[in-house]
């Protein structure tokens, strides 16, 4: 199985214990036969299925083993971050720059170009929406809008699952957090081609290490590199706790 899909599974473990632990006790007490009694029997299942002791295991061996430069940590228990957590202000997107500019004109053109050019983020336009889909790793839509100089602008950005449906929000934090990540860069009226190379720069959101501790899953919080800084040169990945 993939980091992601290990992720995945250990998502899904806590949506349900976040379930169960709204039921009331006095359904679970011993001699209860409901669905609630069900549900826990049903984790209990899952917690010992093959996928959740692989998935346990491999996070347990990635806590153990730190990468290269590992900074030293808080290893106290702490409660799961939310997206916000992982949100690093200072992680912007470029300037908009003339070479960004993509005349509404030329939108459908330039869609062409682009897939031409992207074998792994596919693009399609539908609309005043425009969907990137990096194969096996996640799918972004774009809001699109046209700016007073005609040129085509990012309006909002919803990154879901590659095998999520596309609505609403991502059921999954790393992907919501990777949303407010590329939103931060909206501001001013972002170019459709700034925007969409900022997206592709997650291609290696589940393999590729953090370039400040070394490690591809943050020892707090267990989630990936879902920060991409911008130095002048090109995108670096970080977890959100590591650049600060």
Excluded at 71 to 98: C, F, H, I, L, S
Aim: proline share 4%; charged share 20%.
């Amino acid at each position: 199985m993939s980091l992601q899909d290990h992720i995945a599974t250990l998502e899904a473990l806590q949506t349900q214990l976040g379930v169960v632990r709204q039921v009331p006790p006095t359904l679970l007490q011993k001699g209860s036969d409901g669905a609630e009694r069900g549900a826990v029997r049903a984790i209990g299942e899952a917690v010992l299925s093959e996928p959740v002791q692989a998935a346990l295991a491999r996070a347990r061996e990635s806590l153990e083993t730190d990468g290269p430069g590992a900074q030293r940590v808080n290893r106290k228990r702490r409660r799961a971050g939310t997206p916000e957590e992982y949100v690093d202000a200072r992680a912007a997107a470029p300037a908009r720059r003339p070479e960004d500019a993509v005349p509404l004109a030329e939108l459908g053109a330039w869609g062409t170009a682009w897939n031409a050019a992207h074998a792994t983020a596919a693009l399609r336009i539908r609309g005043r929406v425009v969907r990137i889909a990096l194969a096996d790793v996640l799918t972004a839509y774009l809001g699109i809008g046209v700016a007073a100089d005609g040129a085509v602008v990012v309006e909002t950005v919803r990154v879901f699952g590659a095998r999520e449906a596309g609505l609403g929000e991502s059921a999954f934090g790393v992907f919501r957090a990777v949303s407010q990540q590329l939103g931060r860069g909206l501001a001013g009226g972002a170019g459709l081609a700034a925007v969409a190379g900022h997206v592709v720069a997650y291609g290696d959101l589940f393999e590729g290490p953090c370039t400040v501790c070394g490690r591809v899953v943050a020892a707090e919080g267990h989630v990936p590199c879902v920060v991409r800084r911008w130095d002048g040169a090109g995108w670096r990945a970080e977890h959100a706790g590591c650049g600060r």
